[in-house]
């Protein structure tokens, strides 16, 4: 009887290892197949923005026209920043004569206009030469050289390049208008007064 008993209790434990074996084979397939979905996917994602991008080997996407750009207006000067001025003293000088004429003379005041106050204060040191290069160029002119408005800006330009190669600067080429030249410590020259007697 007791050879009987013995087959019976054998099989049990190779059942249970063959169910066992069943269970890790089918995880495995699990994470196999959840795996490659999961790499699938990913390639699949890859592709869509690689596609975006123009690595594929796709014909480009037609670029939409290009779009003129709204103007704005941007003003010439820096409305933010003032600009800093350094007022001389009047200016009375004698005018140039020409034969059978009478003398005359003329009488200014001229206001500097500079960039910076830090220029502003560097200009007083350099006024005895600043104030004589202004007499000789207003002393050179005579009476027809003064009295319209075109022949006040010849003055002015004339000034705002003496003052400027004075620093040197070099004045502009023959046929390059003051305004493209490149700027000095004088920005500009300003007349507040003008009067010819």
């Known amino acids: 009887m007791a050879a009987a ?55 480009p ?3 939409p026209p290009p779009v003129a750009p709204v103007p704005t207006y941007t003003p010439a000067v820096d409305l933010s920043k003032p600009p800093i001025f350094v007022q001389l003293d009047p200016f009375t000088v004698n005018l ?7 003398n005359h003379y ?6 500097l206009r500079v960039n910076d106050q830090k220029t ?4 007083k040191g350099w006024m005895p030469e600043i104030r ?28 705002l390049r003496g003052l400027n190669t004075m620093f040197g ?7 390059i208008p003051e305004t493209q030249a490149p700027l000095g410590p004088v920005q500009g020259v300003l007349f507040i007064s003008f009067i010819v007697q």
């Open 5 to 59: 008993e013995t087959p019976v209790s054998a099989p049990a434990p190779a059942k249970r290892s063959s169910k066992l074996l069943l269970i890790i084979l089918l995880v495995a397939v699990l994470i196999l197949i959840l795996t490659v979905m999961g790499v699938g996917a990913l390639l699949l994602m890859k592709k869509g923005t690689a596609g975006n991008t123009g690595t594929s080997h796709e014909a």
């Open 61 to 63: 996407a037609v670029p």
């Open 96 to 102: 140039r004569a020409r034969e059978n004429e009478d």
């Open 106 to 111: 003329l009488q200014t005041d001229i206001s």
């Open 120 to 123: 502003a204060e560097a200009l």
């Open 132 to 159: 004589n290069r202004i007499n000789l160029i207003l002393t050179s002119k005579t009476l027809q050289d003064v009295q319209d408005d075109m022949s006040h800006e010849t003055v002015q330009s004339e000034i």
């Open 169 to 175: 600067v070099p004045p502009p080429p023959p046929g």
